[in-house]
């Protein structure tokens, strides 16, 4: 690593700093509590681009004003406390970076003034997000685009994917305001000597794809018949109806080789369902942690079974909150046995350790109060402790796209140091943990769940973890595992193997 001490000198160009978009106030935000990055603010003036035609730009328009699916604009952080620049090549200094979240055209006259140049997201266009709704994509396109004095137009260098919302308007707001971190992470990595972060590929336009306006009475079906289906559903569940649920299926194998067709299947009573189960041995038995989602209350709560001769045999119920609960991560340290459970809505993490196996549980630590974070494990890797997390900072409450990357002290969880390029992975198909972080063959795995499709937990993926450490975090897919694979479900998204046992869950319809 070089210069890490050194900050990177960014330009942030804002269209109006008095009535900004709710992500870029979000975006100054985070960039000022970057210790890499020391924020300039300029202020450009001009018609931004759009790739829309009119008539496609009135039907988005309808449509927000119809489902009220508008965000209202705010004054950035700290406005009146900020000397702000004019999108002047004479005023504005030498930079390293420069971003742009105006869209203005104008705006690459500053090219000259950054070592870097320019920097914009896709999602800058008004019609961002627009064609991916349309055309029900599995998951809609974000961009990263640069644009310096030596190139000639706009080149790519680094691209995610989150998933689609049905309605295109939605789908805008969501896609901006996941942006954020993916714009943050790319940023980490420039001021950490990443350069490029990814080898830039040259483009046309920075813009997604337009929507075709022959494209919009299909649109117009499909958003309602999703309505339609979303309705039924809620009735179906007030009903007794399980709609979505998930159930437990064993199969042999690892997590590598396993056939999830000819796995026994594990279904939950009436009202209920059972996900995210998690492996230990004890006293030679072997038992199984899950959560129990009730239908009738919303929330969650984690049971204990136990396997014996292939089958599951349900023990009892394990923790109760009055907040959800899920994703028992169980594990064994020392003489104790430790849970950490998802325990988001009580915006804190939390460790329990057993007191009287598998049922006697007592709160043992609590840590990262007040941060809401889903689906943690803990693995030790060589010398060192780490812990895996998803966070969600956005009003969609979407914990499905950021993985946050942690260097604790063990399970008391006293000294907890953020991973500097956090969040390590920013996307919707492989960011969210899908079960235990393990090791096989001297190689290390992740499992991941690929929330895409406009379905939560629709494939499930191993990724092998190729570096980890303070300076880096790589990983790759090796297994990607989906309904087409697994008929009667349209969803799989969690596994855990222990001594060739392999359990995992499917969702059904």
Known sequence: MQDEQRALRVGLVLGDPNAARPDSARLVEILDDMDLVDLVCIVASGEEATSATSLMSSALALETAVTRQTARDVPIPGLHDRDILPADPGIVPDLDLILDDSGIPAVEELAGNAEHGIWRLSTVDPESGFHAAVTNAPVTPVRLWSFTSEEEGWRRIAETEFDTKFLASRNLLFQREKAVRFLTGQLARLALCEVPALEALPDE?????????????????????????????????????RPGRFCLRLAEGTALTFDPVSAVEFDAPAGSY????????????VHVFFEVFDYRSGRGHIAAGRLNAGRLHFVGDAIRTSYHLSYPFVFQHGDDIFMLPETSEGKRL??????????????????????????????????????????CEDSFDDFCSELHLFRVDGPDLAEITPHPMNPVVVNSRTARGGGRVFQQDGRLFR?????????????????????????RYQERLVRHITPREVPGTIGIHHIDVLDGQVIFDVRKR
């Open 205 to 241: 336009v920075p813009d997604d794809k337009a929507a075709s306006v022959l494209q919009l009475p299909q649109y117009v079906g499909r958003v309602a018949a999703e309505a339609a289906v979303r309705s039924a559903n809620t009735i179906r569940a007030r009903m007794g109806g």
């Open 274 to 285: 059972w996900a995210d189960p998690f492996l230990i041995a004890h006293q030679g038995a």
């Open 350 to 391: 939390e460790l329990w350790r057993a007191t009287d196996f598998p049922l006697g549980w007592t709160l043992h630590a609590t840590a990262m109060e007040g941060v809401s974070a889903s689906d943690s494990t803990l693995a030790k890797v060589g010398g060192d402790w780490w812990l895996f997390t998803n966070l």
């Open 447 to 471: 499992p991941s769940q690929d929330n895409s499709h406009g379905t939560y937990g629709y494939g499930l993926n191993i990724m092998e973890i190729e570096a980890l450490d303070m300076d």
